[in-house]
């Protein structure tokens, strides 16, 4: 701890939970707290930004270094701004490169009221030592009705933590001597919390030590969708560079699967190092092509026709009365008036959309094809489509073969999609809207897409480092059915380290109140990868997703639908699509076919 205080901490134990109390450093007994919570920036103790005119007025690490207020402006973190990630909306602070704009976790007690189904915090640690392994402490929630509960809160450093889970990534550091050369990262992790329960305040971790600390810049909480149901999503699998794109407007074909009497949509500037403006943005019915059936709805966000998103976050757009049917194509068109070099994309998207010239200016409107004259297979920014009413949704979290590779293009034949037209035509169990968060070449265990920086590779971050973004912010999410690991398989994986994997994930998920229901791993015999010891370690993790002991509420023998039964480490060759690792459109078929729909609602 680096800020001297005029208070101190302690902990009784009630009922077994452990309860931080707020106690002047000279006054009453711990056990008497005379403090009330206050709001976050009325704690602030800590300078973490300092202006590059004066790289000396801020230490956040407590040997002087600090984070650049060009740097954070030049990535759309203005002061006071509200800042979206995963679904939670953080404030970034008003008094950032002037004032003190963060905490030292210590045990202080935060003003946070109301309902939510999970806490966010804007975090990270630091070391006066370099870069470290990060800080982890354990909390108190209290809520309305007099129960507390602890939680665990982990902040990467801010030197040396990830790039996958950042939420915004800087290039330069302060210090005293002037500014260097070296990325610097804060974090959004977020926590459980009882949902059925009105939160009263929290009470930060305390220190972790002289070597390390916590620092806070935020904290919210996320709050349900209330009311919407995920009808489309795709996952961000990689940034990439583009055009560059200048005046030009996106036209983006995608396929709902709820329906609904009114419409939201949301853009996400994940993976980025900079803002991106959107003028104007517009939902459609597909006729043909790029045709729209009449004329295009505007979307507003914030009641304005266009809006900017800041580097890794996102946003949605406000709620328009446009009836949106089940089962069919939209058309989201996206204006992007300044000159973009890379996008923040999903790669394989098996649907074809469409893009207006360079220079050809706001299209966004127009309900005819003739202004878009390029043709893309790849989603940019665009990461949902919400609908007004249903019972919520499935989220399939997968890799190519739930993403739908070598099924047919603009036919909408992936396995979640036609699970969507099963649930809408039975009335067993609700019809949940099917969330595709699916990413080709994924894995389970390891980043294939580093998390950061212009890239080829869009395969991704780890399943275990999008989950928060791809399932547990999603719109209306109740059940997950996760279907992942062949390709951490097929790169050399052992067994032991994906079922670890995948205990983790359903772990975190069934933490969070969804239902998660594990799948089989298909066989692949014939594809290079896929050779006599991967087939070994894949029996091995199926072995473990039939008897799990309870990590998973149900199980889908995917592996057992589309084997051949005379050659088991092998896809039935009518269900292979040519390449021996991805089902063709049959197979695709009979595996959606082959799902029990009560096993998705218990």
């Not at 407007?249 to 009497?261: D, M």
Request: glycine residues 10%.
């Amino acid at each position: 701890m680096r800020v001297a205080r005029p208070w101190t901490t302690a902990g009784i134990v009630a009922g077994g939970v452990t309860l931080a109390l707020i106690a002047p450093s000279s006054a009453a007994p711990a056990s008497v707290p005379t403090h009330k919570p206050l709001p976050l920036e009325r704690l602030f103790d800590n300078r973490a930004v300092s202006d590059d005119t004066r790289p000396g007025d801020a230490d956040f690490d407590g040997a002087g270094a600090s984070l650049s207020a060009q740097d954070l402006r030049a990535a759309g973190w203005i002061p006071g701004r509200d800042i979206a990630l995963d679904a939670a909306r953080l404030t970034w602070p008003r008094s950032a490169g002037a004032q003190p704009d963060n905490v030292i976790a210590d045990g202080q007690a935060v003003r946070l009221r109301g309902r939510g189904e999970a806490l966010t915090f804007l975090v990270a640690s630091s070391s006066p030592n370099g870069p470290g392994a990060g800080a982890t402490g354990v909390g108190t929630v209290r809520y309305r009705d007099g129960s507390s509960h602890p939680y665990t809160l982990s902040a990467p450093d801010w030197r040396a933590g990830p790039a996958a889970t950042k939420a915004v990534g800087l290039p330069h550091l302060n210090t005293p001597a002037g500014q260097r050369q070296e990325t610097a990262r804060l974090y959004a992790v977020t926590v459980p919390l009882e949902r059925d329960h009105e939160v009263a305040s929290v009470v930060l971790p305390r220190d972790p030590g002289p070597a390390t600390d916590l620092h806070v810049f935020a904290a919210s909480l996320r709050q349900p969708a209330y009311g919407w149901t995920g009808s489309w999503a795709a996952s961000t699998a990689g940034y990439t560079k583009v055009g560059p794109w200048t005046d030009q407007t996106l036209r983006l074909v995608v396929h709902t699967s709820a329906g609904g009497p009114a419409a939201r949509v949301r853009l996400e500037n994940t993976f980025a190092a900079a803002p991106v403006e959107i003028g104007h943005a517009t939902v459609a019915l597909q006729a043909s092509g790029a045709a729209a059936q009449g004329s295009p709805v505007p979307l507003t966000f914030g009641g304005r026709p266009g809006t900017s998103i800041p580097a890794g976050a996102q946003v949605f757009s406000d709620p328009v009365d446009f009836p949106v049917p089940a089962d069919a194509n939209l058309l989201v068109s996206i204006h992007l008036p300044d000159p973009v070099a890379a996008v923040p994309v999903h790669s394989q998207a098996s649907q074809r959309s469409y893009l207006s010239a360079a220079g050809s200016g706001d299209r966004t409107a127009e309900p005819g094809a003739g202004s878009y004259t390029g043709t893309l297979t790849t989603w940019p920014f665009l990461t949902g489509v919400d609908v007004r009413g249903g019972p919520g949704s499935v989220v399939a979290l997968g890799d190519s073969i739930t993403d739908g590779t070598k099924s047919t293009t603009d036919a909408n034949r992936r396995w979640p999609d036609v699970l969507a037209r099963r649930l809408r035509g039975q009335s067993e169990v609700p019809a949940y809207g099917v969330l595709n968060a699916g990413i080709s070449a994924n894995r389970v265990v390891a980043d294939r897409y580093p998390g950061e920086g212009v890239s080829t590779d869009t395969g991704g971050v780890s399943t275990q480092h999008r989950l928060e973004r791809d399932v547990l912010a999603q719109t209306g999410a109740r059940t997950v059915v996760v279907f992942q690991g062949i390709n951490d398989l097929r790169w050399g994986s052992s067994a032991e380290e994906l079922i670890a994997g995948l205990r983790s994930v359903a772990t975190r998920m069934r933490e969070r109140g969804l239902r998660v229901v594990g799948a089989t791993i298909a066989p692949c015999e014939g594809e290079s990868l896929c050779t006599a010891d991967a087939d070994a370690r894949r029996s091995a993790v199926n072995a473990f997703i039939r008897d799990n002991g309870g990590v998973f509420d149900a199980v889908l023998d995917f592996d057992a639908v589309v084997r051949d039964p005379e050659h088991p480490a092998r896809i039935l060759p009518a269900y292979d699509s040519g390449d021996h690792l991805h089902p063709g459109d049959a197979g695709l078929r009979a595996m959606a076919d082959s799902i029990d729909l009560r096993k998705l609602t218990g």
